[in-house]
T-cell receptor, first 110, second 115 residues
Framework: QQPVQSPQAVILREGEDAVINCSSS?????VHWYRQKHGEAPVFLMILLRGGEQKGHEKISASFNEKKQQSSLYLTASQLSYSGTYFCGTEGSGSEKLVFGKGTKLTVNP | EAGVTQSPTHLIKTRGQQATLRCSPISGHTSVYWYQQALGLGLQFLLWYDEGEERNRGNFPPRFSGRQFPNYSSELNVNALELEDSALYLC??????????????FGNGTRLTVT
């Protein structure tokens, strides 16, 4: 079942923060986050496994609340290079496939 | 290290024809995934191959099929093309069985246009 991402789109000024949410109605094993720039392939950002571990990558971090089957991606002090569409991918119990949400389009303006 | 390569980059077919898309994974990767990216629908899971076997498939009709070769490259075939099959088809590879803790590395995709 496809996870639900929110918001669908967000516009920021350089230096502002953003949060992108991803929720599923099914129990999850893992959550992946990817970023796709226009005309390019999606690029892996991070994986979160069951256990609520928070991961970070420079100014981009994420959390996974397995009780709520939700993950959030945090972008702090956004840079122009953060612009793109962010996808969360979820793997549920017994599914053995990664199902992606519809994406959140992030635009960072100077 | 070469990334995931897909061919052709663009493919134009007419309704009812067959399309064949190809994918070469990163060296050492045994799993290949296929996704369809149509406008506004995100990435729709199509197929997953590992070690030459089909491990899982998404909610697509049987006219979407594929295979994985002994060198782990893969082919996606779409028979009896319909207009709504027009989309970007992305291939991804990973190192281990299952996406549980293994990131997917995507190719640049094949843009299929059905007229």
């Amino acid at each position: 079942q496809q996870p639900v991402q929110s918001p669908q789109a967000v516009i920021l000024r350089e230096g502002e923060d953003a949060v992108i949410n991803c929720s599923s109605s099914k129990a999850l094993y893992s959550v992946h986050w990817y970023r796709q720039k226009h005309g390019e392939a999606p690029v892996f950002l991070m994986i979160l496994l069951r256990g609520g571990e928070q991961k970070g990558h420079e100014k981009i971090s994420a959390s996974f609340n397995e009780k709520k089957q939700q993950s959030s991606l945090y972008l702090t002090a956004s840079q122009l290079s953060y612009s793109g569409t962010y996808f969360c991918g979820t793997e549920g119990s017994g599914s053995e496939k990664l199902v992606f949400g519809k994406g959140t389009k992030l635009t960072v303006n100077p | 290290e070469a990334g995931v390569t897909q061919s052709p980059t663009h493919l134009i077919k007419t309704r009812g024809q067959q399309a064949t898309l190809r994918c070469s994974p990163i060296s050492g990767h045994t799993s290949v995934y296929w996704y369809q990216q149509a406008l506004g629908l995100g990435l729709q899971f199509l197929l997953w191959y590992d070690e030459g076997e089909e491990r899982n498939r998404g909610n697509f009709p049987p006219r979407f099929s594929g295979r994985q070769f002994p060198n782990y490259s893969s082919e996606l075939n779409v028979n009896a093309l319909e207009l709504e099959d027009s989309a970007l088809y992305l291939c991804a590879s990973s190192t281990r069985q299952g996406p549980y803790n293994s990131p997917l590395h995507f190719g640049n995709g094949t843009r299929l246009t059905v007229t």
